[in-house]
């Protein structure tokens, strides 16, 4: 294996663009663009503000540069990298920005999320879009970049607005039947939104495009409910990963639970498969071809360390979250399915993976830590 | 003085000699018996006055000395003074003698009275006794009860500490239920706390931005500077926001939401009619499962119960098919089974029954049918020889003709002529022979096509059989009696040899030509149909064998059912053919 060299890069802005052909990263108020292969630079920018956020634009011809503090964003463009564009958004501040998935407008949300600006580099034009939640998830975009749903919060209810990107024309406006909306996802299939309650309350709704309820799912009460929530890429399975560390599949026919997975301290399952990274330190890796539960701490310069085959029962240390404090690190906080559909990883309690993703073809599977970075290697078992 | 009269002794009245007499007044006085104190009060008391010739016994003139040392003696061992013998006169003196006597007296009430004292103790004893006996049986049962109430108090303890512990542990489990929700009540109100903060500082926060909008007098207006317009990323020009637009959008997204309905539906179809085939596969497999066990000779039958069974199934299968209910076909496919399994059982019996005397009855038909194939081979390749002999003798005469020598005109002449002549009735002959030819070839085309609408007419009358026992499975009823009698008069009504064939041997034939040339029908159809076609020409012959193959076909179903209206039923329905 070789490495490359160190480059520098801060606030862990660091991303391939989509066509895979630039690397682009930010130091400080520098946007440093390198060609992929040869990491050579293509193209330095200069903004005029330590950058916060940076993204690459759906088609790879623009990258967005966020600063936060003075609120403004400047977009450049690979293709002339004299051009510059410079949103200001005024006194009204900024807190996030992102891309519409054409690639060509802006969302900013501006500062105690008063509204969404969506600015358009076609026309300069300006829209609005009043009353956005402030929640883990509050927009979602299609996979096909059509249409964009919105949690919206006017007068203590949920509001849910579903746009079309094209022209950012407001299709739909429900109200959602959550008492304080935490996310809303689409399926891959761009035809349901799943829209999850605060872990206050277990409470998981289905609309369709058209804003109608499908159904909605309930595990149990009282106790604090949904964390996470993943479609399949088929749109068949939705997983739902809850406070009581359990995940839950439901089918995309019927909107019910199928089955459901634990994640026992004790790991006894037969069919599991435990690996245990023998370190100084040993912490539990584990286990089985369709469920991993892994935590990482390698350093990847250090001597290199094995994954050894634990016997099963096996352990895996838990640290018991402080129960007096809100949002407690407990439960299923991260899922994850594989591309081909035949895996879920999913990542319960403490450990200290901050994100897990798999790889396009579904046969690894990337952890990554404050510090680390793992790949597992999953092999494919000969199916009938 | 003592008198022998007066003197009164405390013994007993028996007259025994001095040591004897010593010895038993001693033993009775001494004697604390009670009968005996008894017996010598009472002798006391009794023989006051009469006792004198007891005591004469004892004492008498003679040996008064005697009884006075004696009466000394034992009154020295009581313990009182003894009296004293004034020996000189030789008579004792009243004084010691009474105070003596009055002592004893004394001595003897201190001893009744201690006596008396004895027996009311004895009695108070007794009586004790008894009150104690009684007292100890009320105590034991006393004793008895309380045990027995101890005992139920100690099962009725051990019921109630049961039930303190079932107490204890629903009292724990809802302790447990109320910690638990106590501890979701306190998250939850962690949580709402920590909510409530972070708005309250968010409020502030607003707050302040706005009183710092307030007195801010530059304000920063929001703007966006770009140094030119960008392209679309698709390339087209954007469009106006109109109504139309806004229907476009609403159709677009119809469209997205029906076609994935639609492909959702088709996957669901598609997974639908697999899991159709799979069940109707199972079904086919369930029936060659069945079939492929039964020996050699009994194939026929079966294989005619697999046919007819395929049919059976084939129609509700195609009922299926357009049904989509699933409970319907579920009964559907359950009544097939409990059929298919009557029908076998029913098989095995009959095949049972008729192996033995089909494969002789079947051996013979064959052999004759084989037989008379043969003939009719024979008959036609003698028919066949014939005429190529004819043709080839006519050739040969041709040929004698052509090189016959004479004269060369009228040689020629009469040649030609006769050329002439011989070829115009060869032309005849060619086409006189062309037509049969045709005509032959017309006829068996004829047969041909008669045979496969016999084909065709077996398969139907095979589907209106199944559809028959089929019926007539699901009511089995008493109409036998009827419907025999109705076949004999059926029977006597036909006049043909077959018919008198056939009533001579009702019995066998209900009972044999279970397997008969329907087998090789069912093995070789093509040469069968022929065969029978062909013996539909010449009637006499080949009539009563088609009767005879029709009447195997009927037979075999009469065997099925005990009902023989078919025969009737059937023979009406072939006797076009």
Redesign the interface.
């Known amino acids: 294996m070789n490495f490359s060299e160190v480059f520098k890069q801060s606030n862990q802005l660091c991303k391939v663009s989509p066509d895979g052909k630039y690397l682009a990263t930010c130091v400080q108020y520098r946007l440093v663009v390198r060609d992929f292969n040869s990491l050579q630079i293509a193209h330095l920018y200069t903004c005029l503000d330590p950058v916060m956020h940076m993204e690459w634009s ?2 790879s011809l ?1 990258i967005l540069c966020a600063m936060y503090k003075r609120g403004l964003v400047q977009v450049w ?1 690979l293709e002339q990298p ?12 900024l807190v996030s920005s992102r891309w519409s998935p ?3 407008h802006v969302l900013n949300t501006t ?2 999320n008063l509204r969404v ?1 969506v ?1 358009s ?4 034009a ?1 829209s609005y879009i009043k009353y956005p939640k402030a929640c883990q998830k509050g927009v979602d975009f299609t996979a096909d970049g ?2 964009m749903a919105l949690a919206e919060r006017r007068e203590c209810k949920d509001y849910i607005s579903v746009f ?1 990107c ?2 950012w ?1 407001l ?1 739909r406006h429900f109200e959602s039947e959550t008492q304080d909306l935490a996310g809303l996802e689409w399926s891959p ?3 349901v939104l799943a829209v999850w309650d605060n ?2 309350e277990y409470k998981l709704l289905l609309y ?3 804003g109608r309820l499908l159904s909605s799912y309930s595990a149990y009460e ?3 409910g949904i964390k996470s929530v993943a479609w399949s890429p088929s749109s068949q399975f939705l997983a739902v990963g809850s406070y009581d560390e359990k995940v839950r599949i439901l089918n ?2 019927t909107w019910k639970k199928i089955t459901e997975f634990e994640h026992p301290a004790t790991i006894i399952n037969t069919k599991a498969v435990v690996f245990k990274e023998v370190e100084k330190r040993p912490v539990v890796g584990s286990e089985d071809l369709s469920i991993h539960q892994l935590t990482v701490d390698n350093s990847l310069f250090s001597t290199q360390s094995k994954y050894e085959i634990t016997q099963l029962p096996a352990q895996v240390p838990v640290i018991k979250p402080d ?6 690190k407990i439960g299923i906080s991260a899922l994850a399915f594989s591309a081909d559909n035949r895996f879920l990883a999913t990542k319960n309690g403490s450990f200290q993976v901050l994100s897990l993703f798999w790889h396009c073809s579904g046969s690894s599977l990337v952890l990554l830590s404050k510090e680390h970075i793992c790949l597992c290697y999953v092999e494919a078992e000969e199916e009938k | 003085m003592l008198d022998s009269d007066e003197s009164v002794f405390l013994v007993s009245p028996d007259p025994h000699p001095h040591s004897a007499e010593l010895s038993s007044i001693s033993g009775i006085s001494m004697s604390p018996s009670r009968q005996n104190l008894h017996h010598s009060l009472h002798s006391t008391m009794a023989l006051p006055k009469t006792s004198y010739s007891v005591l004469s016994a004892f004492c008498t003139e003679e040996n008064i000395s005697q009884c006075i040392a004696y009466i000394n003696q034992e009154v020295c061992s009581l313990g009182l003074t003894g009296v004293s013998l004034e020996s000189k006169s030789g008579s004792l003196s009243a004084v010691p003698v009474l105070n003596l006597l009055y002592e004893v007296l004394q001595l003897q009430r201190r001893a009744q009275r201690a006596l008396h004292e004895l027996e009311t103790q004895q009695l108070k004893n007794g009586s004790d006794l008894e009150h104690l006996q009684h007292s100890n049986c009320r105590l034991k049962d006393q004793l008895e009860h309380t045990r027995r109430d101890n005992s139920g108090l100690h099962e009725g303890e051990r019921q109630l500490q049961l039930k303190i512990k079932t107490l204890q542990n629903w009292l724990k489990s809802e302790k447990e239920e109320v910690q638990k ?1 106590q ?2 009540i ?3 109100a ?6 409530t903060k972070r708005k309250e500082r ?1 409020c502030t ?2 707050k302040e ?1 706005l009183n710092q ?1 307030l007195m ?1 007098k530059r ?16 390339g087209k020009r ?2 106006w ?1 109109t109504g139309k ?2 229907a476009r ?2 159709g ?3 469209k ?2 029906l076609s ?1 309905y639609e492909t ?1 539906q088709r996957s ?1 179809m598609m997974e639908n009619s697999e899991l159709k085939k799979v069940l109707q596969h199972m079904k086919k497999d369930m029936i060659t499962i069945l079939s492929p066990k039964k020996p050699e000779p009994a194939n026929d039958s079966l294989e005619q119960a697999v046919s007819e069974c395929e049919e059976e199934i084939g129609d509700p299968s195609r009922e299926t098919l357009e049904q989509s209910c699933e409970q319907a076909r579920e009964q559907l496919t359950n009544s097939i089974r409990l059929q298919w399994r009557k029908l076998k059982s029913h098989m095995e019996r009959l095949d049972s029954q008729a192996s033995l005397v089909a494969s002789q009855e079947r051996e013979g038909e064959e052999m004759m049918s084989r037989k008379e194939h043969e003939e009719e081979m024979q008959r036609m390749r003698m028919e066949l020889q014939q005429c190529k002999e004819f043709i080839h003798m006519q050739q040969q005469l041709l040929q004698q003709q052509l090189s016959s020598p004479c004269d060369e005109e009228t040689a020629a002449l009469l040649n030609d002529c006769y050329t002439l002549e011989e070829k115009e009735r060869l032309k005849e002959e060619w086409r006189l022979f062309n037509e049969q030819k045709r005509n032959f070839e017309r006829e068996r085309k004829n047969f041909t096509e008669a045979a496969i609408r016999l084909g065709h007419e077996r398969k139907a009358f095979e589907e209106d059989r199944a559809a028959w026992l089929k019926t007539q499975f699901l009511n089995m009823t008493p109409f036998v009696d009827r419907k025999r009698s109705a076949l004999s008069d059926s029977a006597l009504s036909v006049g043909t040899e077959p018919e008198a064939k056939l009533q001579s041997t009702p019995p066998l034939v209900t009972k044999s030509l279970f397997s008969t040339p329907k087998a090789a029908s069912v093995k070789m159809p093509s040469t069968a149909d022929l065969y029978r076609t062909l013996h539909l020409i010449p009637d006499s012959r080949g009539h009563g064998k088609c009767q005879s193959g029709e009447m195997s076909t009927k037979s075999r179903l009469r065997n099925c059912s005990t009902d023989c209206s078919v025969l009737s039923f059937v023979r009406d329905e072939n006797s076009p053919i």
Not at chain 1, 82 to 93: A, L, T
Not at chain 2, 219 to 234: A, W
């Open positions: 759906s088609d623009f463009s004299d051009w510059h564009c410079k949103i200001d958004e005024g006194s009204i501040g054409d690639g060509r500062e105690f600006t600015w580099l076609c026309t300069k300006v059509r249409y079309v094209d022209d024309h299709l299939n761009c035809c872990c206050l369709s495009l058209d009282w106790s604090l995309h026919i129960p007096d404090r809100a949002n407690p | 929700l501890s979701i306190s998250s939850r962690t949580q709402y706390n920590h909510d968010e926060k607003l931005r909008l801010d304000d920063k207006k929001l703007s966006i500077e770009i140094s030119n317009h960008v392209g679309r990323s698709d954007g469009l926001k637009m806004e959008h609403e677009e997204m119809y997205a939401l994935d959702r669901l």
